[in-house]
């Protein structure tokens, strides 16, 4: 296997310089000192620091350098300093942005926006966003060939070189790079090639809070060439230090063979990895393939882990492990990698671990969660307490319908948007208005803005928390707007499948979702179900069946109660028996879910179920001599009911011959009988008194009394 040795690559950097374009302009204002720096405000200008390599510039605002495509016959850009001239002055990005550059040099080295600096070359606060860069060795989209220092600064886009060839910094020599990333895509596609999301080579150099997020590929190596090293942040670290940093997109070697390729590093040689991870997919062919590191070459790796599945490409020639692909004489020190999502259960380092043990504090003993990481129990894995990227580009580009979503929970979708700028989202749980009568609001609040401007309604949706929703107000949500005095209601839709309720607007300020609160008590109806007698009385057992209905668009019965006191309260399931004589009096109320009580209804059941108790006395009760005369007979008796009362108490004579039948108006009455009989009548003649009694429930009942006028004196 070939050898090519750094020598050989920092000769080469040497090769090609390209000119500047003609016609450069003085800068208008600053004299490039550090007390006043040249203000760069334009593409030309930045182009123009080509002429002050060591003095100290600032940005003064957003620069669009889209133009950079036409330049140099479509060449583009010509990088701020070469191996010959060197950038070594500062730069101060005042977190400003450079939008669309364009440098198109494939035969050229040491491309970026800086070709090369020295040491001492300070480049700070500052973003890339779209850049387009194609050269040779030593490509980075902000940097080519770094011994400076580096630091709050990001890119985005793509980079493509032949070695060397990183998302920030092609190759970074004793340079430091500090809280800094890349979102790009970076690909190399030359012999012994060291391709790197963040960083293609780190010689001897420090990488500290930072991190990649775009995919990292190689092809075109051929089976003969020299080792290639692909990481997702770092190609090829050569006694260089990697410390709090991660990456987190794919790395490919494509038809690459001999390659090491890790989710973070692909080779390290004498260097270090301290805190660090990555979560990338990783494939390989005929190399050496890891999860976090492809090889490793007496280097250190420390507090470490990945998740990102690792598989060969198809060759099966590659030693593809879980963390680290390959270990010479190196040390690995309480690091992990994830055997499930991985797929793979060995590495040349390491300890293996269940996706759930991944996401326990526990597996990670010995870890600083005080000041360098954290994690969320049973949910995620460990990530950094710093991991607050730098301002990333603007989330809210000129166009008609444009959507944002600067939150899990909202999304604004733009008519027209005219000038960039990014929109935010700031969540509360406290209320900055006033309540709003009548409503009750979930206990979120957004308060929502944009730079960018735009024109037309825009359309502010937001996703709702239904758990602490009464039942039945649901569909009673709505989205209000603070307007600074008021909650206005601005509500739009409402989908109640996927919890997702929307505005249209004008303006954007704070935004919540309340629900009408339902004020008004259910109404509850009784029904009685027996055999009703007089007076309202009923006279069997009493089925009462009680019926809750709600108010139209209220939040539902929750429940409904009875009692027999009004103190004890039973709930109502199905309908009850009275069976008690006398006058039950039933309670009943019913109760919504939000809570309103409905005022105690009551009713009174009377039953009676039991007859009255009469008895009749006739005094005398035979007569004779039959001498054919009216005789008194007097009547006596009683009559009583224990429940409703008497109500009607009435008499009967019945003669057997039909002939006497007087009134009697009642007890203690004296009624005449003709004291006669048939000769032939041998049993003689019979009178039969009856009295009848009615209770106010109507229940009856009768006795009787007999008169005999027998046949002869010895009956």
């Known amino acids: 296997m070939k050898k090519i040795t750094w020598l050989v690559f920092v000769v080469l950097a040497l090769i090609f310089v390209p000119s500047l374009p003609s016609g450069v302009s003085d800068f208008a204002r600053g004299d490039g000192s550090s007390e006043n720096p040249y203000q760069i ?18 940005l003064v605002n957003d620069i669009d350098c889209s133009d950079t495509s036409s330049w140099n016959s479509g060449a583009g850009f010509v990088p701020i300093g070469n191996s010959s001239s060197p950038f070594s002055g500062t730069f101060d990005g005042q977190n400003h942005k450079i939008t669309g550059l364009f440098i198109n040099w494939p035969s050229t080295n040491d491309i970026g926006l800086f070709g090369y600096t020295v040491s001492g070359a300070v480049i700070k606060n500052v973003g890339l966003v779209d850049v387009n860069i194609i050269g040779g060795n030593s490509v980075g989209g902000l940097v080519g060939w770094n011994f400076g220092d580096i630091s709050n600064s990001y890119t985005s886009g793509s980079v493509s070189g032949s070695f060397m060839v990183g998302g920030l910094v092609g190759w970074n020599i004793f340079g430091n790079i500090t809280n800094s990333y890349s979102t790009g895509s970076v690909s190399g ?13 780190n010689n001897n150099g420090a990488i500290t809070n930072s991190f990649a997020t775009g995919s990292v590929s190689g ?7 020299a080792i290639s090293a692909l990481g997702g942040l770092v190609g090829g670290n050569n006694n260089g230090a990697i410390t709090n940093s991660f990456a987190t ?4 070697a494509g038809d690459y063979s001999d390659t090491h390729v890790g989710g973070l590093v692909g080779h390290t040689h004498y260097g270090t990895i301290t805190n660090s991870y990555s979560t990338g997919s990783v494939s390989g062919n005929c190399g050496n393939v890891g999860g976090l590191v492809g090889a490793s070459n007496r280097g250190i790796i420390t507090n470490s882990y990945s998740t990102g599945s690792v598989t060969d490409l198809g060759f099966h020639c590659s030693s593809v492990k879980g963390l680290l692909g390959q270990n010479i004489d190196g040390t690995i020190t309480d690091s992990y990698w994830d055997i499930v999502t991985s797929g793979q259960s060995t590495s040349a380092g390491g300890t293996g671990k269940t996706t759930a043990e991944m ?29 607050i990227p730098p301002s990333p580009p603007d989330n809210t580009q000129p166009g008609t319908n444009v959507t944002v979503t600067p939150d899990p929970n909202v999304t604004i979708a733009f008519n027209e948007v005219i000038g960039a700028g990014n929109t935010t989202v700031t969540v509360s749980n406290t209320n900055p208005g006033s309540q709003k009568t009548g409503f009750k ?13 735009y024109s037309g309604p825009l359309a502010i949706c937001l996703t709702y928390n239904d758990s602490n929703i009464p039942l039945g107000r649901e569909e009673r949500l709505k989205i209000f707007h603070w307007d600074g005095t008021d909650w206005i209601d601005v509500t739009f839709s409402l989908d109640t499948v996927n919890n997702i309720i929307c505005a249209q607007v004008f303006s954007l300020s704070w935004f919540a979702v309340a629900y009408e609160l339902d004020s008004l008590a259910p109404t509850t109806n009784i029904s009685l179900s027996g055999t009703l007698g007089n007076n309202g009385w009923y006279v069997s057992n009493v089925q009462v069946a009680l019926t809750a209905t709600d108010n139209e668009g209220g939040s539902g019965v929750a429940k409904t109660e009875y009692s027999f006191n009004g103190i004890t309260w039973n709930t109502y399931s199905a309908p009850i028996m009275v069976s008690t004589e006398g006058t039950t009096s039933v309670y009943y109320r019913s109760t919504d879910n939000a809570g309103n009580i409905e005022e105690t209804k009551t009713k009174a059941i009377k039953i009676d179920k039991t007859l009255p108790v009469v008895t009749i006395t006739a005094t005398p009760n035979v007569l004779w001599p039959a001498n054919n005369k009216m005789t008194n007979v007097k009547i006596d008796g009683s009559v009583a009911d224990k429940m409703s009362g008497i109500s009607d108490l009435t008499f009967k004579v019945k003669d057997e011959y039909g ?12 009624i005449q009988l003709e004291a006669s009989r048939d000769g032939n009548d041998k049993d003689g003649r019979v009178y039969t008194i009856i009295v009848t009694a009615t209770d106010k429930a109507g229940n009856e009942a009768t006795a009787s009394v007999t008169v005999l006028v027998p046949h002869d004196q010895g009956i």
């Open 219 to 225: 092809s075109g190596g051929g089976s003969d060439s």
């Open 359 to 387: 996401m326990q504090q526990a597996t990670f003993a010995g870890w600083d969660y005080a000041t360098i990481w954290a994690i969320k129990e049973g949910v995620s894995y460990p990530y950094f307490v710093w991991q």
């Open 189 to 201: 596609s030359g012999s012994s090639c060291s391709v790197g999301g963040l960083v293609g080579g």
């Open 659 to 670: 002939k006497v039948e007087p009134n009697i108006p009642g007890f203690g009455s004296v």
């Open 41 to 58: 405000n334009n593409c030309t200008e930045l182009q123009d620091m080509n002429n002050g390599l060591y003095a100290y510039y600032i």
């Open 441 to 453: 609001f979930l206990g979120t609040y957004y308060d929502i803005s944009t730079t960018a401007t």
């Open 249 to 252: 997109g794919s790395v490919s």
